[in-house]
């Protein structure tokens, strides 16, 4: 008769691996999520903020404020508050998601996550509560366009440590991009109102969500079931 291998050692070891494997396979998942939720966010958010912009004839870019449109009556202030509700909360997802787990590693990964998950909040505060509820407003966009800049300079010096110099650069351009606009608003007042400063801003924290949630995809393979 053939004798059964019942080593308790192998045993152990096959639940081991199952478990190492189930572990990868859910932490593949939540950073295809998390990097999905990056490519989707700037989408969602600029296609509600232009047809908020198309449905209010009356708005000026130079005058205006991008906030501006979301104590409009009709479709126009719903429409930017939900992008902006709805791309805050996809860009809370990447950062819990995605980032976290891709800097499961790096401390300073994390922090840099940290402060991109309070920059999604407060995206998503923006759109909550709009212009109506001051000084709530104000202080949610003043965090957002701060906490912006700054958790991209962070995840910069992730990026660097962990030998991924190339979109480490490419963070720290993206960073100074989405700082610049106000730093020369500041400096030299090139425009009356802020909506041109907000758009080109949230256009570069944009472009580097994608770009990154893009090679995140790209180096992630599709998670495998388990037998």
């Given at each position: 008769?053939?004798?059964?291998?019942?080593?308790?050692?192998?045993?152990?070891?096959?639940?081991?691996?199952?478990?190492?494997?189930?572990?990868?396979?859910?932490?593949?998942?939540?950073?295809?999520?998390?990097?999905?939720?990056?490519?989707?966010?700037?989408?969602?958010?600029?296609?509600?903020?232009?047809?908020?912009?198309?449905?209010?004839?009356?708005?000026?870019?130079?005058?205006?404020?991008?906030?501006?449109?979301?104590?409009?009556?009709?479709?126009?202030?719903?429409?930017?508050?939900?992008?902006?509700?709805?791309?805050?909360?996809?860009?809370?997802?990447?950062?819990?998601?995605?980032?976290?787990?891709?800097?499961?590693?790096?401390?300073?990964?994390?922090?840099?996550?940290?402060?991109?998950?309070?920059?999604?909040?407060?995206?998503?505060?923006?759109?909550?509560?709009?212009?109506?509820?001051?000084?709530?407003?104000?202080?949610?966009?003043?965090?957002?366009?701060?906490?912006?800049?700054?958790?991209?300079?962070?995840?910069?010096?992730?990026l660097w440590l962990t030998h991924k110099h190339a979109m480490a650069a490419f963070t720290?351009?993206?960073?100074?991009?989405?700082?610049?606009?106000?730093?020369?608003?500041?400096?030299?007042?090139?425009?009356?109102?802020?909506?041109?400063?907000?758009?080109?801003?949230?256009?570069?924290?944009?472009?580097?969500?994608?770009?990154?949630?893009?090679?995140?995809?790209?180096?992630?393979?599709?998670?495998k079931l388990s037998p």
């Open positions: 008769n053939q004798i059964t291998n019942t080593n308790p050692k192998n045993k152990e070891k096959q639940t081991y691996q199952r478990k190492t494997t189930l572990t990868q396979q859910r932490s593949t998942a939540k950073l295809r999520l998390g990097a999905s939720s990056a490519i989707i966010a700037p989408i969602l958010a600029f296609t509600c903020i232009i047809a908020a912009v198309t449905s209010y004839p009356a708005f000026s870019w130079t005058n205006n404020a991008l906030s501006d449109l979301g104590i409009i009556a009709g479709i126009t202030g719903p429409l930017f508050n939900f992008g902006l509700f709805g791309s805050g909360l996809l860009a809370f997802n990447f950062a819990v998601f995605g980032l976290l787990t891709y800097f499961k590693k790096s401390w300073v990964g994390k922090i840099g996550a940290a402060l991109f998950a309070a920059t999604s909040l407060a995206l998503m505060a923006i759109g909550i509560f709009n212009e109506s509820f001051s000084p709530t407003h104000y202080i949610a966009s003043v965090a957002f366009f701060t906490l912006a800049p700054i958790s991209l300079f962070a995840i910069t010096c992730a720290a351009i993206m960073g100074i991009a989405a700082a610049l606009p106000w730093l020369l608003l500041f400096a030299f007042n090139y425009v009356p109102g802020v909506a041109i400063p907000e758009f080109t801003s949230g256009m570069a924290i944009s472009v580097w969500a994608v770009m990154l949630g893009y090679k995140m995809l790209k180096e992630t393979p599709q998670p």
